[in-house]
């Protein structure tokens, strides 16, 4: 019996061949554009980062977004809504505390009208949803000089104290001393620009609880 080899020729059309390398092609092109994008990307959005990893993780850790929400709460019941901000930021949840709410003028030692807000912070921040998070405390001043009977030389050792002594007021409601850093920026990082006609401006004087 004769066969017909040609009836076996399994071999297929060119056009055939070639499609896989168009598919290979558009993936490498699709890997290509994702890569320059996430590079020209130059600040990552750490809320949205943070609310993606905490919906696949499920971790304990409580969102930023929810943390804002109690604070923004704490600071209506306390009513001083006009003295401390609340706002979330690229690189945490800031509270912009009013130097008057904390602290008398030139002077770094806590007022007792200041406790109540603060026990209500740290009851927040003690708790097993936020104890993993690490706080930054700032102190900011005005462009104003110290005063020269002040017994800080400058607005460097003012502004580093306020942030100090805040911090050791947490560390004294049992907070592991790990969580915090302490930065005095004096008026390098004004808000609202000082002039020679206008300086001593109230709302430069302030310090930011930075939880990160």
Known sequence: ?????????????PEEKSQWLLSYSDMVTLLLCFFALFFAISRVDTVKYEMITEYFNRSSK?????LEKQMEALVTKHDLDNEVDVKLTQEGLELDFQD?????????????DAFPIL????NILRSPAV???KIQVAGHTDTVPIHRDSIYPSNWELSSARASRVIRYFLAHKFEKERFEAIG????????KESVSEKGLAVN????????
């Open 1 to 13: 019996m004769d066969i017909d080899l040609y009836k076996f020729d399994v071999r297929s059309d």
């Open 62 to 66: 409580m969102p930023l977004h929810e």
């Open 100 to 112: 008057k709410i904390l602290f008398d003028s030139g002077m770094a030692e806590l007022k007792r």
């Open 119 to 122: 026990k209500s912070i740290a």
């Open 131 to 133: 104890r993993q998070r």
């Open 185 to 192: 920026y004096a008026d390098t990082k004004l808000r609202v």
């Open 205 to 212: 004087r302030r310090v930011v609880l930075l939880i990160k």
